[in-house]
């Protein structure tokens, strides 16, 4: 059985493949496909080439100009990274000398296990 994102990778194929098919022929066949058009739709070839050129290349750089104002707002609203001395002092402050380490007492333990211990010793 064919998963959700599996589904979706297909239709987004098959859209862009139906695209680039529909992109090549308009582009290169244009003459014939204006002539099949021409009862229905007054069409010039040059206007047709010219907007088939034109909108792929306007969608393109929109999207690379979007892309670089999504980088820049990024750049602009991230705060700086801590320096590296800061860091290091941090983690010198958290660690423990071994002698300490060793004192420690163990965490008690949760409250049910005391109630089970409670009951234990009334017994």
Not at 52 to 79: E, K, N, Q, S
Not at 90 to 95: I, V
């Amino acid at each position: 059985m064919v998963s959700k994102d599996q589904a979706i990778g297909g239709v987004i194929f098959i859209v862009c493949a139906v695209i680039a098919i529909g992109y090549i022929v308009a582009l290169f066949f244009t003459k014939e496909v204006v002539d099949f058009l021409k009862p229905y739709i007054a069409l010039d070839v040059a206007w047709v080439r010219y907007w088939l050129v034109t909108i792929p290349v306007f969608i393109a750089f929109i999207a690379v100009l979007c892309i670089g104002a999504w980088i820049g707002w990024t750049m602009a609203t991230t705060p700086p990274p801590k320096p590296i001395e800061e860091i290091e002092a941090e983690e010198k402050a958290e660690e423990k000398p071994p002698e300490e380490k060793a004192e420690e007492k163990p965490p008690p333990p949760p409250p049910e296990e005391k109630k089970e211990e409670k009951r234990r010793r009334k017994r």
